[in-house]
């Protein structure tokens, strides 16, 4: 069945930099546009950034040029290296192909001095 593993999550101090992971079974990775979302404690889920299976990219305006998403697609595992970190970022971190249903445990992420 579809299983998505995110990792990488962790506490940060504000200007820090996080690189997650998302390793990907059970469906054909390559054939699938993914994206990252996250959720703040008494928030919605928002998207963060999205990956074609070209490569194009697309960002939440509130994590670009900060945020670089990125995948390998014969490792089947998408990466989100995050820059600049703010305490703002501070939430936990879902990976998921659009066309399937299934998510992750998700990685907290804390950005916090």
């Known amino acids: 069945q579809v299983q998505l593993v995110e990792s990488g999550g962790g506490l940060v101090q504000p200007g820090g930099s996080l690189r997650l992971s998302c390793a990907a079974s059970?469906?054909?990775?390559?054939?699938?546009?993914m994206r990252w979302y996250r959720q703040a404690p008494g928030k919605e889920r928002e998207l963060v950034a999205t990956i074609s299976l070209g490569g194009i990219t697309n960002y939440a305006d509130s994590v670009k040029g900060r945020f670089t998403i990125s995948r390998d697609n014969a490792r089947n595992t998408m990466y989100l290296h995050m820059n600049n970190l703010k305490p703002e970022d501070t939430a936990v971190y879902y990976c998921k192909a659009i066309a399937l249903g299934a998510w992750g445990q998700g990685t907290q992420v804390t950005v916090s001095s």
């Open positions: 059970g469906f054909t990775f390559r054939n699938h546009v």
